[in-house]
């Protein structure tokens, strides 16, 4: 019985020892040294990872600002005006138009044009997959489509009207500029404003006013550009009805008849400009910043020296003029912009 008893008190210790032993061995085993390099490398590799989304995030972001402060300035000074929230995603869609922007005068051939043009418009529905590419101004602009719920057609609009631009010809009449300026730099504006979370009707009717203004004194301030180029854009129904000629512009010529025609086209950008001031009592505070690239249109009650009366002229159109009587013809102005249609 003695034995018995002896025999099964060594049993239980030898049992108790046993499962001792395997926990102890379990315990090692997670706490080897080989567990714990590989934790720590999964947790080095994890912060290395982090650094590196950072890292690039800040690549993305600089290569957009530095993008749009070389060749959109007046673009660049405004996005730094804007509430922090806005700005990096105003740069990204400035980066975004002068990425289209300058299409034109890189390729050489139409083709070549168009299938840029594709790239970024299988870039954006990607981005709204959430899948963009791997290049600097599509990443930003994912950002910007994702913080601030971006539409998608007024992006899709600027690409088409890009697009169609490539045809490489001049504005048939004043309205086909209109038009064209409505699609691009309007659009854009209706962007900026989602940035700031406006969503207002009298915002979007100033927005589409001052876009078409814009657009106008672009396409004048880029004409010694263009021309330097034999190239001109200018409406050709303005153009036909001073009687000046393309040749005119290319070769400098500061004819009354031209000066008629830069301050016939100038003057509809003014038009556009009061009619957008007209909903400036409607318009919310927020939407203000939106609006900054127009502070060089405010007007001045100047005589206007070409037609003999007192006229109430934007800056403007005053510089535009100016360019005609600059020594050197055409080659008196020197702006970023002037050599794409931003």
């Known amino acids: 019985m003695l034995k018995g008893n002896m025999a099964a008190g060594v049993s239980v210790k030898h049992g108790l020892l046993c499962s001792k032993a395997r926990l102890i061995y379990g315990l090692q085993r997670k706490i080897s040294p ?195 180029r034999r190239k001109v854009y200018l409406p050709m129904d303005i153009c036909m009805l001073h009687g000046a000629s393309q040749e005119d512009f290319i070769r400098g010529s500061r004819e009354q008849n031209i000066r008629d025609v830069v301050y016939d086209i100038a003057s509809q950008a003014h038009v556009h400009l009061q009619h957008a001031r007209s909903f400036s009592h409607n318009v919310p505070a927020a939407a203000a910043p939106a609006f900054l690239p127009t502070n060089y249109l405010n007007s001045v009650n100047t005589h206007n020296h070409n037609h003999g009366d007192d006229t109430d002229l934007t800056v403007v159109q005053m510089t535009i003029i100016g360019i005609f009587h600059n020594e050197g013809g055409v080659g008196g102005l020197s702006s970023q912009s002037e050599e794409g249609r931003f």
């Open 34 to 228: 080989y567990s714990v390099c590989i934790q720590r490398a999964a947790e080095i590799q994890s912060v290395r990872a982090s650094s590196s989304t950072t890292g690039d995030s800040q690549h993305t972001e600089k290569y957009c600002l530095d993008l749009v402060r070389s060749r959109d300035y007046d673009g660049f000074l405004s996005s730094l005006l804007l509430p922090e929230k806005a700005r990096r995603s105003s740069l990204a869609l400035r980066a975004f138009n002068v990425e289209l922007a300058q299409v034109k005068d890189s390729v050489s051939q139409k083709t070549i044009g168009l299938m840029r043009m594709q790239f970024w418009k299988t870039a954006i529905e990607e981005i709204y997959r959430d899948e963009p590419p791997n290049q600097p101004v599509s990443t930003e602009l994912w950002r910007a489509v994702r913080t601030h719920k971006l539409t998608k057609r007024w992006l899709l609009r600027i690409i088409t009207e890009r697009e169609k631009d490539l045809d490489d010809r001049a504005y048939r009449n004043l309205q086909e500029l209109e038009a064209y300026s409505e699609n691009t730099q309007s659009s854009l504006m209706y962007l900026l404003l989602e940035c700031l979370g406006v969503k207002n009707v009298h915002a979007d009717h100033a927005a589409s006013h001052i876009g078409k203004a814009q657009g106008i004194v672009t396409c004048l301030r880029a004409t010694p550009y263009h021309s330097s």
